[in-house]
């Protein structure tokens, strides 16, 4: 990754604002620093994963102090955002695990928040100048 | 929805190599090669730890 040495990192509000607007929709972030292209591809990334976690009847977390797992659980699918907030808010991914592919569904939704998390980092890092804007 | 376990493989790497592959290089032409390299790199570990655990279970 290329950095600017003679530009030191500095958090403005337009750095903030897409590091926020990135976690809340996925590829928002690079949109607003009017990166279309790679906005959408990783709209496009992040929101198949997460749809086909709930397609294939994955658990959607919620908050919880119980087993570690379940909390790194939470903690993973927080980091898709506005994608979680929608899904808790529709009652999607609550019935039990009980198959294989529902398994694989928990962890395609746990990493389409980890992965979105990466995004909207990245939009702030280009945000920033931490990270050159090709 | 039903998945073979390949296909779920080639959504995951492929879903994951695109957000790596942006967010992990600066220009265009070396996104979609880092894309790429994960995606092989996703494809081939996967194969590789499936001959593992099978000659494990012989």
């Known amino acids: 990754m290329t950095t600017h040495a003679e530009n030191p990192p500095h958090a403005s509000g337009k750095a903030n ?7 809340i929709i996925p590829g928002a972030g690079h949109m607003l620093l009017g990166k279309w292209v790679r906005g959408a591809l990783l709209f496009a ?6 749809w086909i976690g ?3 009847q ?10 570690p797992l379940d909390m790194l659980g939470f903690a993973g699918d927080l980091g898709a955002g506005g994608l979680y907030a929608l899904a808790r808010i529709m009652g999607w991914g609550t019935a039990p695990v009980q198959v294989a592919l529902a398994d694989y569904g928990t962890k ?15 939009a702030y890092s280009l945000a920033n100048g931490r990270k050159a804007a090709a | 929805m039903m998945l ?5 493989v ?3 790497a492929l879903c994951a190599s ?21 995606f092989i790199l996703f494809l081939a570990g996967t194969m590789l730890a499936s001959w593992v655990m099978w000659l494990i279970k012989r």
């Not at chain 1, 746990?110 to 995004?119: D, E, K, Q, R």
């Open chain 1, 17 to 23: 604002a897409a590091l926020l607007l990135g976690w």
């Open chain 1, 45 to 50: 990334a992040v929101v198949t994963m997460f």
């Open chain 1, 54 to 56: 709930l397609a294939l």
């Open chain 1, 58 to 67: 994955g658990k959607v977390y919620t908050p919880n102090f119980g087993d």
């Open chain 1, 108 to 122: 395609f939704i746990v990493v389409s928040g980890l992965l979105n998390v990466i995004a909207a980092v990245d």
């Open chain 2, 4 to 8: 073979s376990h390949f296909s779920a």
């Open chain 2, 10 to 12: 080639l959504i995951f």
């Open chain 2, 18 to 38: 695109i957000v790596f592959g942006i967010t992990q290089r600066t220009e265009p032409r070396k996104m979609a090669l880092f894309a790429g390299y994960c």
